[in-house]
């Protein structure tokens, strides 16, 4: 059942109570679970917290906690299948989901008893109603069958009530059919509702305990969002408005607090920034090229597109050798109308989407970073696969390098965020060179070969979701075939070598007027159940397998 008082029927029924916290492995999850966390500990609630990458993570876990913990807080995962069914908890078990996911499953959303849904409302969510999906038993007595014998009015009653079971076996299969309809357009395609990380702030802010921390991660956690493709461009502006009001709230200051900001300091602002990754930790030439949206644009595989990239940095009148410098190295009079000049000249080579609403961090004197700089970094380390590390280990970095104490975490991050970014252009170069990406008639398809160049970086979920939209985007830029260029694309690549298997994902026609809507996850369960191939439908997110 979906709450409507998070504060009374959610948060004052765990405080006092041992909470188990169920983390999926993304960084909007990451950051609900940072300001549940400050909530958490600013009201002494004792808690165990336990990451979890996919259904099957979470069924264990579930599995060894269930006698200790009656409370369970699940963030980015759950909403979607019926929990009830796959975890078979004891009657006394209560789930307090936080989800994006969406649509959400029917069973959870009329459960009244064990399943409470921390979900914004005003999201589209489009609900059946009750008795569309469910209807009570009836008992179907088939009764006795005449032997003729009896007198002329009992068999007549008889005969009624052979008409009367008719009609109601035949009303009862039209309700099924009719079900199954309403059921399968509820549930075709998957998309994304709020992000969880505002949902915990909004808590938080209700409560009257909302920190410039907890803003900041809820700041992070909506541009994972926008980053990795999941919402539209209306629903990011609209959640980026709202975050924006309480900035100003927290961040306003005067001249006299200005000149004593301390050390520890923190300041949040508002930015219409560039839409460039990471190009204040590079270079400008390096952002460019490794940038999915401006590599797409000038169509760096091509000798032609590096020309473009040439003649574009001429048109800015910025010297060779300042744009190949870290960005922090540039000369202060070249950066201070950098972004005018770069969006002056971006509007004449076509590109008129490179700068975007977002936000900016201070952490005491020097240290500044773009939202989208952090969600970067934190995706690097959640998705590492450069030390001998289990998943875990990796969870636990990222979720510690979203606190403004682990600086040497983040910046660890954005080293490693630069070789992904590096690692997803080389592979769409590689790609689209090599005539990899293969037209199947209803979508693209391409498959990573084993002995790829960063091919095990793509066994990763989120690395290759990102690799995936960016050879998307790329593709449709390049070809010219204007029927390709409306195609979805499915994309696979080696996940286990020794156990054989391999990781797919779906991904929708890249369109501007693309709702975000992904029909890929009941697509591989229909694929699947034809060919009788063996799949684990493990992934959070349905349109990955």
Same mark, same amino acid.
């Given at each position: 059942?979906?709450?409507?008082?998070?504060?009374?029927?959610?948060?004052?029924?765990?405080?006092?109570?041992?909470?188990?916290?169920?983390?999926?492995?993304?960084?909007?999850?990451?950051?609900?679970?940072?300001?549940?966390?400050?909530?958490?500990?600013?009201?002494?609630?004792?808690?165990?917290?336990?990451?979890?990458?996919?259904?099957?993570?979470?069924?264990?876990?579930?599995?060894?906690?269930?006698?200790?913990?009656?409370?369970?807080?699940?963030?980015?995962?759950?909403?979607?299948?019926?929990?009830?069914?796959?975890?078979?908890?004891?009657?006394?078990?209560?789930?307090?989901?936080?989800?994006?996911?969406?649509?959400?499953?029917?069973?959870?959303?009329?459960?009244?008893?064990?399943?409470?849904?921390?979900?914004?409302?005003?999201?589209?969510?489009?609900?059946?109603?009750?008795?569309?999906?469910?209807?009570?038993?009836?008992?179907?007595?088939?009764?006795?069958?005449?032997?003729?014998?009896?007198?002329?009015?009992?068999?007549?009653?008889?005969?009624?009530?052979?008409?009367?079971?008719?009609?109601?076996?035949?009303?009862?299969?039209?309700?099924?059919?009719?079900?199954?309809?309403?059921?399968?357009?509820?549930?075709?395609?998957?998309?994304?509702?709020?992000?969880?990380?505002?949902?915990?702030?909004?808590?938080?802010?209700?409560?009257?305990?909302?920190?410039?921390?907890?803003?900041?991660?809820?700041?992070?956690?909506?541009?994972?969002?926008?980053?990795?493709?999941?919402?539209?461009?209306?629903?990011?502006?609209?959640?980026?408005?709202?975050?924006?009001?309480?900035?100003?709230?927290?961040?306003?200051?005067?001249?006299?607090?200005?000149?004593?900001?301390?050390?520890?300091?923190?300041?949040?602002?508002?930015?219409?920034? *560039?839409?460039?990754? %990471?190009?204040?930790?590079?270079?400008?030439?390096?952002? +460019? !090229?490794?940038?999915?949206? #401006?590599? $797409? =644009?000038?169509?760096?595989?091509?000798?032609?597109?590096?020309?473009?990239?040439?003649?574009?940095?001429?048109?800015?009148?910025?010297?060779?050798?300042?744009?190949?410098?870290?960005?922090?190295?540039?000369?202060?009079?070249?950066?201070?109308?950098?972004?005018?000049?770069?969006?002056?000249?971006?509007?004449?080579?076509?590109?008129?989407?490179?700068?975007?609403?977002?936000?900016?961090?201070?952490?005491?004197?020097?240290?500044?970073?773009?939202?989208?700089?952090?969600?970067?970094?934190?995706?690097?380390?959640?998705?590492?696969?450069?030390?001998?590390?289990?998943?875990?280990?990796?969870?636990?970095?990222?979720?510690?390098?979203?606190?403004?104490?682990? *600086?040497?975490?983040? %910046?660890?991050?954005?080293?490693?965020?630069?070789?992904? +970014? !590096?690692?997803?252009?080389? #592979?769409? $170069? =590689?790609?689209?060179?090599?005539?990899?990406?293969?037209?199947?008639?209803?979508?693209?398809?391409?498959?990573?070969?084993?002995?790829?160049?960063?091919?095990?970086?793509?066994?990763?979920?989120?690395?290759?979701?990102?690799?995936?939209?960016?050879?998307?985007?790329?593709?449709?830029?390049?070809?010219?075939?204007?029927?390709?260029?409306?195609?979805?694309?499915?994309?696979?690549?080696?996940?286990?070598?020794?156990?054989?298997?391999?990781?797919?994902?779906?991904?929708?026609?890249?369109?501007?007027?693309?709702?975000?809507?992904?029909?890929?996850?009941?697509?591989?369960?229909?694929?699947?159940?034809?060919?009788?191939?063996?799949?684990?439908?493990?992934?959070?997110?349905?349109?990955?397998?």
């Amino acid at each position: 059942m979906f709450l409507t008082d998070f504060r009374k029927e959610f948060y004052e029924v765990v405080v006092g109570q041992r909470v188990l916290l169920l983390v999926a492995s993304d960084i909007d999850a990451l950051c609900a679970c940072k300001i549940l966390q400050a909530l958490f500990q600013c009201d002494h609630v004792q808690y165990t917290l336990v990451p979890v990458s996919g259904w099957q993570e979470l069924e264990t876990a579930f599995l060894e906690h269930k006698d200790q913990f009656k409370y369970f807080v699940l963030l980015n995962c759950g909403a979607n299948i019926d929990l009830l069914e796959i975890l078979q908890p004891e009657e006394d078990t209560l789930f307090f989901v936080c989800d994006t996911h969406r649509p959400i499953n029917v069973v959870n959303v009329y459960n009244e008893t064990q399943i409470k849904l921390l979900v914004k409302q005003d999201d589209d969510l489009e609900i059946p109603a009750y008795d569309d999906i469910f209807r009570e038993e009836e008992e179907d007595d088939s009764g006795n069958e005449s032997d003729g014998s009896e007198p002329a009015g009992k068999r007549r009653r008889f005969e009624e009530e052979v008409v009367e079971r008719t009609m109601k076996r035949r009303e009862r299969r039209e309700w099924e059919a009719r079900r199954q309809e309403i059921l399968f357009d509820y549930e075709q395609y998957e998309y994304h509702g709020t992000s969880s990380a505002m949902m915990m702030f909004d808590l938080a802010w209700i409560m009257s305990k909302d920190l410039n921390d907890m803003l900041w991660w809820a700041v992070v956690g909506l541009t994972d969002q926008w980053i990795q493709d999941r919402i539209t461009q209306m629903k990011y502006v609209t959640d980026v408005g709202t975050l924006q009001r309480h900035v100003t709230r927290h961040n306003h200051r005067n001249g006299d607090e200005e000149n004593s900001l301390s050390i520890d300091c923190m300041r949040i602002a508002f930015e219409y920034d *560039l839409c460039l990754a %990471l190009y204040q930790h590079w270079s400008l030439y390096e952002s +460019l !090229c490794n940038t999915c949206y #401006t590599s $797409a =644009s000038f169509k760096l595989w091509s000798v032609q597109g590096q020309k473009r990239l040439q003649e574009f940095l001429a048109d800015m009148g910025l010297p060779l050798k300042q744009v190949k410098q870290k960005f922090h190295s540039m000369d202060i009079s070249l950066k201070e109308n950098l972004r005018e000049i770069i969006e002056e000249s971006a509007n004449k080579f076509g590109m008129k989407d490179l700068r975007v609403q977002t936000f900016s961090v201070h952490f005491g004197f020097k240290n500044k970073f773009l939202a989208s700089d952090v969600v970067y970094a934190t995706v690097a380390l959640i998705e590492n696969v450069e030390k001998e590390e289990n998943r875990t280990d990796n969870f636990i970095k990222a979720l510690d390098s979203l606190s403004r104490g682990n *600086l040497d975490q983040l %910046l660890q991050g954005l080293e490693l965020a630069k070789k992904q +970014l !590096c690692a997803i252009q080389q #592979t769409v $170069a =590689s790609c689209i060179c090599t005539n990899l990406v293969i037209n199947q008639g209803p979508f693209l398809y391409c498959y990573l070969m084993e002995g790829t160049p960063d091919v095990r970086l793509f066994s990763r979920p989120i690395s290759l979701c990102l690799l995936t939209k960016c050879l998307l985007k790329s593709f449709v830029s390049s070809t010219r075939n204007k029927r390709c260029k409306l195609l979805p694309m499915v994309m696979a690549a080696p996940m286990n070598l020794e156990q054989g298997t391999v990781i797919m994902v779906g991904t929708p026609p890249h369109t501007e007027s693309s709702d975000k809507k992904n029909f890929f996850g009941r697509a591989f369960e229909k694929a699947a159940e034809n060919t009788n191939s063996r799949t684990l439908h493990n992934h959070f997110d349905m349109s990955s397998e």
